[in-house]
């Protein structure tokens, strides 16, 4: 009954490849995040959508495209990954993130490593 | 400028001591504010939001300064299980405007040592 899931836990991948990570909400939330955390620890927000809609995008190469099937799910699809790209992505969710500053409840994160 | 900035630490701290961190942010419109706890290779999670008029949380008392754009975590009586990060958190402008974005600060680390 985890609240916000995300796989796979670990990533290791050659430059070059394409790779996915999923991200799953079962609390019904409305507005679902991406979050990067580089390798000095600062968490900076990717995209976010609100009932499939995308809201936020922030400076991210377009290497990076996040696809919400559902509001219960949000996947990132990395193209062409780089050695810069390893960190480790969280997934989040909160209610309407339009209605209220809602708390953000995290995923376990996927922790990507490209060599 | 960062747009949150905090002191990295680590804050070494005696089990049932008092440490007291701040983080300041440079956004003067921003109404929301929190503090989140991120332990070791964990997620990060909503430690407690921060009111105009201050709050407080058990052992936990946040305040915000608006004047000089800070807010304080204070923490009393630490337990080993208090040994972590705390990440300062602001929404840059209003929610609404901002998309619910949340921006982090680098985090304080706080050791709390038997």
């Known amino acids: 009954d985890t609240a916000v899931s995300q796989t796979p836990k670990y990533l290791v991948t050659q430059m070059g490849n394409d790779k996915s990570i999923k991200c799953e909400q079962n609390?019904?939330?409305?507005?679902m995040y991406w979050y990067k955390q580089d390798s000095k620890k600062f968490l900076k927000i990717m995209f976010s959508?609100?009932?499939?809609?995308?809201?936020i995008n922030e400076t991210v190469p377009n290497r990076f495209s996040p696809k919400s099937p559902d509001k219960a799910h949000l996947n990132l699809h990395i193209n062409s990954l780089e050695l810069g790209d390893s960190a480790v992505y969280f997934c989040a969710s909160s209610q309407d993130g339009n209605r209220g500053p809602y708390e953000q409840y995290f995923g376990p994160g996927t922790r990507l490593t490209v060599t | 400028r960062k747009e949150v900035e905090q002191d990295p630490g680590p804050f070494n701290v005696p089990e049932g001591a008092t440490v007291a961190f701040n983080c300041t942010y440079s956004?003067?419109?921003?109404?929301?504010f929190f503090w989140y706890r991120q332990d070791c290779r964990k997620e990060p999670k909503l430690l407690m939001s921060v009111y105009s008029s201050g709050n407080e949380d058990g052992r936990f008392t946040a305040q915000l300064n608006r004047a000089s754009q800070y807010i304080s975590l204070l923490i009393r009586d630490s337990k080993l299980s208090d040994s972590a990060t705390y990440l300062c958190?602001?929404?840059?402008?209003?929610?609404?405007?901002?998309?619910?974005?949340?921006?982090f600060g680098g985090g304080t680390r706080v050791l709390v040592k038997p």
């Open positions: 609390l019904g939330h409305d507005t």
């Open positions: 958190v602001v929404i840059p402008g209003s929610y609404k405007a901002a998309g619910n974005k949340l921006t």
């Open positions: 956004n003067s419109a921003s109404q929301s």
């Open positions: 959508y609100n009932n499939k809609e995308l809201i």
